[in-house]
């Protein structure tokens, strides 16, 4: 995969298991969005994967993967597949174990469009937070250590604080993003605002708006991309 995703300042994130009225689709797309993110917790296949990016193919925005199961992974007509290992699980499925049984599955896997992540999950009542049972009751310096993890140790190119449907906590991405040094930071939960667009992406490099979509409209999300582009 190119190198331009580091640049990336927004994301617009889509879920598979949602339905997009027809008539919002090109007001979404064309929103000025860096890049969209088919991407969702559940019930995510590879046939509405495959009907979400011929939905959106058409309006030459670049479009990645990021399944919740790498196995269920598409490559035709994308240009990356992000793969989340999420850090603070107890579960080794979610760190490691997905992972290698998608590697057992598929001997064809395109790994110069793989993108690793890694994931900080801090809203505990979150899909990803229960299907991961993800620990989230962290303090900063215990987000900070799985973020220098990732960084310096892991060598992730991404890591991802993910608060998912909830606005987090600005001192802790402020805290991250000095934290980490060659990783691009990622921010998502929450951002449904402009406000609140260019309060995260003064610390994260990359802000992912996800929910509002849905729950706002493509008028909300061109507010939060015209906040940090």
């Given at each position: 995969?190119?190198?331009?995703?580091?640049?990336?300042?927004?994301?617009?994130?889509l879920?598979?298991?949602?339905?997009?009225?027809?008539?919002?689709?090109?007001?979404?797309?064309?929103?000025?969005?860096?890049?969209?993110?088919?991407?969702?917790?559940?019930?995510?296949?590879?046939?509405?994967?495959?009907?979400?990016?011929?939905?959106?193919?058409?309006?030459?925005?670049?479009?990645?993967?990021?399944?919740?199961?790498?196995?269920g992974?598409?490559?035709?007509?994308?240009?990356?597949?992000?793969?989340?290992?999420?850090?603070?699980?107890?579960?080794t499925?979610?760190?490691?174990?997905?992972?290698?049984y998608?590697?057992?599955?598929?001997?064809?896997?395109?790994?110069?469009?793989?993108?690793?992540?890694?994931?900080?999950?801090l809203?505990p009542?979150?899909?990803?937070?229960?299907?991961?049972?993800?620990?989230?009751?962290?303090?900063?310096?215990?987000v900070?250590?799985?973020?220098?993890?990732?960084?310096?140790?892991?060598?992730?190119?991404?890591?991802?604080?993910?608060?998912?449907?909830?606005?987090?906590?600005?001192?802790?991405?402020?805290?991250?993003?000095?934290?980490?040094?060659?990783?691009?930071?990622?921010y998502?939960?929450?951002?449904?605002?402009?406000?609140?667009?260019?309060?995260?992406?003064?610390?994260?490099?990359?802000?992912?708006?996800?929910?509002?979509?849905?729950?706002?409209?493509?008028?909300?999300?061109?507010?939060?991309?015209?906040?940090?582009?």
């Amino acid at each position: 995969m190119k190198n331009d995703w580091k640049n990336w300042k927004h994301i617009t994130k889509l879920d598979p298991d949602k339905e997009m009225p027809k008539e919002s689709v090109e007001d979404i797309v064309t929103s000025g969005t860096d890049a969209l993110m088919l991407s969702g917790t559940l019930n995510v296949t590879k046939e509405n994967l495959t009907h979400l990016r011929e939905q959106v193919k058409e309006y030459g925005v670049p479009m990645v993967i990021e399944p919740a199961d790498p196995s269920g992974a598409i490559f035709d007509g994308v240009e990356g597949l992000f793969v989340p290992s999420v850090l603070n699980t107890p579960d080794t499925t979610w760190i490691v174990g997905k992972h290698e049984y998608w590697v057992k599955k598929d001997k064809a896997i395109k790994w110069d469009m793989v993108v690793p992540e890694a994931y900080i999950v801090l809203n505990p009542d979150s899909s990803v937070g229960r299907v991961t049972k993800a620990l989230c009751d962290l303090s900063v310096e215990d987000v900070c250590a799985f973020a220098k993890v990732a960084d310096k140790y892991f060598r992730f190119p991404v890591v991802y604080l993910e608060y998912s449907g909830t606005y987090g906590k600005p001192e802790i991405v402020k805290a991250v993003s000095e934290t980490v040094e060659d990783s691009v930071l990622y921010y998502g939960g929450g951002i449904d605002s402009k406000e609140k667009a260019s309060e995260m992406a003064k610390y994260a490099d990359t802000i992912v708006v996800g929910n509002a979509v849905y729950d706002k409209g493509a008028k909300t999300l061109k507010e939060t991309v015209d906040a940090v582009l």
